[in-house]
């Protein structure tokens, strides 16, 4: 058993029996392919590294045949590897990832010359409708080279799909690792959300006291990050609205972001109908009149009266096929948290609610019970990864 053996699967099971072979290009960014292909590996890949000349000056083979565990192809021989990886044969990859690509292979891919073994891997591969995503990755001026732009809208028109590049200064940047591998997923994964437009509603409401202080709570914002990722790695047309956040939000997620229940109550209402709307976000019940500038430290005693605010997700059903709702509860017997979640699915009505005890909070494993509309109650334990597609499975049972 190889070493990367024991990573395989370790993230997630999203790319589970799924082959890719990964092109590497003489970009500089060639560097960032051990971590990416290891990271392709964590969530269940077999990876397949193909280099060409100029890229072996940059990384080593041996490098990425510790990498990834599986032999390097250098060069295509007598074995004709692009046949077997991906012509039209039985057991050839599902994907060709090219990351990152010069100019040159782009434009020699548009022109269908192969003359090195990404190119004929990606000539075999579009020949053989095999899915092909590529990373561009280059000086700023070469990407404004009519030519290169010419032939990058060539690769779109024949069905490759572009991930990137980032706009940085003077450089047109490789697409950062998270966002080729979502991509990568979405592209071969489970593909069950395709078409669905799904919005997701996370994080915590911040009420003003004054100027300076807020009311907020100890939401962090994680399950609504991993609820839009886990919609856009199966395809979905995903929104994801963030209040207050502690976690990172993957840029390419593209997140809308509010303070106030009021803020979020605008947003709800200048939305159109979707077909999936979840909410985990963590929104104030109650907030106070907040005071102009900021309230003068140093007083014996300061009483600040708290008025209830607006429930968003009645706002929100007139605009959701599906609306999911999270209770959130803290110290509760499991008998009467199924209650009260019972409750809520009854009073506003929802299709579905996700009771949590509060007491998960900020952890890594999180336990939850998803009440759904037979009144079954599906109990969870597990990474806020795979509470996430758990949800999204029970909303596509709902569907059925
Ligand atoms: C250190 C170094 C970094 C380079 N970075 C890039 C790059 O980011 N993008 C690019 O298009 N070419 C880059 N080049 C130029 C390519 O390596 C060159 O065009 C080469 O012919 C590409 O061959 P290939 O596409 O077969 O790998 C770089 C060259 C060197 C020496």
Same mark, same amino acid.
């Given at each position: 058993?190889?070493?990367?053996?024991?990573?395989?699967?370790?993230?997630?099971?999203?790319?589970?029996?799924?082959?890719?072979?990964?092109?590497?290009?003489?970009?500089?960014?060639?560097?960032?392919?051990?971590?990416?292909?290891?990271?392709?590996?964590?969530?269940?890949?077999?990876?397949?590294?193909?280099?060409?000349?100029?890229?072996?000056?940059?990384?080593?083979?041996?490098?990425?045949?510790?990498?990834?565990?599986?032999?390097?192809?250098?060069?295509?021989?007598?074995?004709?590897?692009?046949?077997?990886?991906?012509?039209?044969?039985?057991?050839?990859?599902?994907?060709?990832?090219?990351?990152?690509?010069?100019?040159?292979?782009?434009?020699?891919?548009?022109?269908?010359?192969?003359?090195?073994?990404?190119?004929?891997?990606?000539?075999?591969?579009?020949?053989?409708?095999?899915?092909?995503?590529?990373?561009?990755?280059?000086?700023?001026?070469?990407?404004?080279?009519?030519?290169?732009?010419?032939?990058?809208?060539?690769?779109?028109?024949?069905?490759?799909?572009?991930?990137?590049?980032?706009?940085?200064?003077?450089?047109?940047?490789?697409?950062?690792?998270?966002?080729?591998?979502?991509?990568?997923?979405?592209?071969?994964?489970?593909?069950?959300?395709?078409?669905?437009?799904?919005?997701?509603?996370?994080?915590?409401?911040?009420?003003?006291?004054?100027?300076?202080?807020?009311?907020?709570?100890?939401?962090?914002?994680?399950?609504?990050?991993?609820?839009?990722?886990?919609?856009?790695?199966?395809?979905?047309?995903?929104?994801?609205?963030?209040?207050?956040?502690?976690?990172?939000?993957?840029?390419?997620?593209?997140?809308?972001?509010?303070?106030?229940?009021?803020?979020?109550?605008?947003?709800?209402?200048?939305?159109?109908?979707?077909?999936?709307?979840?909410?985990?976000?963590?929104?104030?019940?109650?907030?106070?009149?907040?005071?102009?500038?900021?309230?003068?430290?140093?007083?014996?005693?300061?009483?600040?009266?708290?008025?209830?605010?607006?429930?968003?997700?009645?706002?929100?059903?007139?605009?959701?096929?599906?609306? +999911?709702?999270? @209770?959130? #509860?803290?110290?509760?017997? !499991?008998?009467?948290?199924?209650?009260? &979640?019972? %409750?809520? *699915? /009854?009073?506003?009505?929802?299709?579905?609610?996700?009771?949590?005890?509060?007491?998960?909070?900020?952890?890594?494993?999180?336990?939850?019970?998803? +009440?759904?509309? @037979?009144? #079954?109650?599906?109990?969870? !334990?597990?990474?806020?990864?795979?509470? &996430?597609? %758990?949800? *999204? /499975?029970?909303?596509?049972?709902?569907?059925?």
């Amino acid at each position: 058993m190889h070493p990367t053996d024991a990573l395989r699967g370790t993230r997630s099971k999203a790319l589970e029996g799924k082959r890719i072979a990964l092109g590497i290009t003489g970009s500089i960014a060639a560097v960032e392919c051990f971590e990416l292909a290891r990271e392709l590996i964590r969530h269940g890949a077999q990876v397949h590294a193909v280099l060409s000349e100029d890229a072996a000056k940059l990384v080593t083979p041996w490098a990425m045949e510790f990498a990834t565990g599986n032999p390097v192809i250098e060069v295509i021989d007598g074995m004709v590897q692009h046949v077997s990886m991906l012509g039209d044969t039985e057991g050839k990859a599902d994907l060709l990832l090219i990351a990152p690509s010069t100019a040159n292979t782009i434009s020699k891919i548009a022109c269908g010359i192969d003359d090195t073994p990404v190119t004929t891997m990606a000539t075999t591969a579009i020949g053989s409708h095999t899915p092909v995503i590529v990373a561009p990755a280059m000086h700023l001026a070469m990407y404004q080279n009519p030519f290169v732009k010419r032939n990058l809208e060539a690769l779109t028109s024949a069905g490759v799909e572009l991930v990137g590049p980032r706009i940085e200064g003077k450089k047109a940047k490789v697409a950062e690792n998270d966002e080729i591998v979502a991509r990568v997923i979405r592209r071969i994964g489970r593909r069950d959300l395709v078409g669905r437009k799904v919005l997701v509603i996370g994080g915590s409401s911040e009420e003003p006291i004054d100027e300076m202080r807020v009311i907020t709570n100890r939401g962090t914002g994680a399950t609504g990050v991993q609820l839009a990722l886990a919609a856009f790695h199966r395809g979905a047309e995903v929104e994801l609205w963030m209040g207050r956040c502690q976690v990172p939000i993957p840029g390419f997620l593209g997140a809308k972001r509010f303070a106030t229940v009021a803020d979020l109550l605008r947003l709800v209402k200048a939305e159109k109908e979707h077909d999936i709307v979840i909410v985990p976000a963590a929104l104030g019940d109650y907030a106070p009149q907040a005071s102009k500038g900021k309230i003068l430290s140093g007083r014996k005693d300061l009483d600040l009266t708290l008025l209830p605010l607006p429930k968003v997700l009645e706002a929100l059903r007139p605009k959701a096929k599906v609306l +999911v709702g999270f @209770k959130a #509860e803290h110290g509760l017997e !499991e008998k009467e948290l199924v209650a009260r &979640a019972k %409750r809520k *699915l /009854d009073s506003v009505p929802l299709e579905m609610v996700v009771a949590n005890d509060l007491r998960s909070v900020g952890l890594d494993i999180t336990r939850a019970l998803i +009440v759904t509309p @037979k009144r #079954e109650t599906v109990r969870f !334990e597990g990474r806020k990864s795979e509470l &996430a597609d %758990r949800v *999204l /499975d029970q909303v596509l049972q709902l569907k059925g």
